[in-house]
Nanobody, 115 residues
Framework: QVQLVESGGGLVQAGASLRLSCAAS????????MGWHRQPPGKQRELVAG???????TYGDSVKGRFTISRDDAANTFDLQMNNLNPEDTAIYSC?????????WGQGTQVTVSS
């Protein structure tokens, strides 16, 4: 019942910045949790960043201090600002939306960082 549409991925060089955006088809103030995950080539999916309905945030150790998650309830979007990217950040990034016991996922967007 919740559709998520991602945008902002692309190919950049090391040290550059990207901003990913996730647009939800319904009001995000109802969400218990919204987040970003990534899956590098040949590796398991990992949590990058998350934010609760109360505004509490969490970050993976590898991105802490470089990435920032934010939400805009009026626009029904939440973003991931990624700074100082390095090749290890190359992955498919997916946004998620947790409503009660159900987790909805976006289609994923490719982020590639060259050295």
């Amino acid at each position: 019942q919740v559709q998520l549409v991602e945008s902002g991925g692309g190919l950049v060089q090391a040290g550059a910045s990207l901003r990913l955006s996730c647009a939800a088809s319904r009001n995000i103030f109802n969400a218990n949790f919204m987040g970003w995950h990534r899956q590098p080539p040949g590796k398991q999916r990992e949590l990058v960043a998350g934010i609760t309905s109360g505004g509490q945030t969490t970050y993976g150790d590898s991105v802490k201090g470089r990435f920032t998650i934010s939400r805009d309830d009026a626009a029904n979007t939440f973003d991931l600002q990624m700074n100082n990217l390095n090749p290890e950040d190359t992955a498919i990034y997916s946004c998620s939306y947790v409503l009660w016991t159900t987790t909805y996922w976006g289609q994923g967007t490719q982020v590639t960082v060259s050295s």
